[in-house]
């Protein structure tokens, strides 16, 4: 079983910053990426970063330029570094990753219970 634990969430003031942690653990082989997704109230989740086993990264255009998706690869975990924080970013974060839990196996994808980030003065 693969289970992914996050922490960091909590009320933030507007122009506030914020890092969220990720680790997984259990039966890991190998992650190929992992990944932050928000989901608003009445919202779709939507992709905020990602970021790949070899460091390429990816953002959405609303945290582009705010927000710094990093990852330690020996500790199987992820980060999100948010400055700048506006109201529209209040959501519930949600860490997630595709990995193989064996080298035969084919890659699934995991996800956390998530965490709320309220932005709010």
């Known amino acids: 079983q693969v289970q992914l634990v996050e922490s960091g969430g909590g009320l933030v003031q507007p122009g506030g910053s914020l890092r969220l942690s990720c680790a997984a653990s259990?039966?890991?082989?190998?992650?190929?990426?992992m990944a932050w997704y928000r989901q608003a109230p009445g919202k779709q989740r939507e992709l905020v970063a990602h970021?790949?086993?070899?460091?390429?990264?990816n953002y959405a255009s609303s945290v582009k330029g705010r927000a710094t998706i990093t990852s330690d690869n020996a500790k199987n975990s992820v980060y999100l570094q948010m400055d700048g924080m506006k109201p529209e970013d209040t959501a519930v974060y949600y860490c997630?990753?595709?990995?193989?839990?064996?080298?035969?196996?084919?890659?699934?994808?995991?996800w956390g219970q998530g965490t709320q980030v309220t932005v709010s003065s």
């Open positions: 259990g039966t890991i082989f190998s992650i190929i990426v």
């Open positions: 970021i790949t086993s070899t460091g390429d990264t």
């Open positions: 997630n990753t595709i990995l193989r839990v064996d080298r035969g196996r084919l890659p699934r994808n995991y």
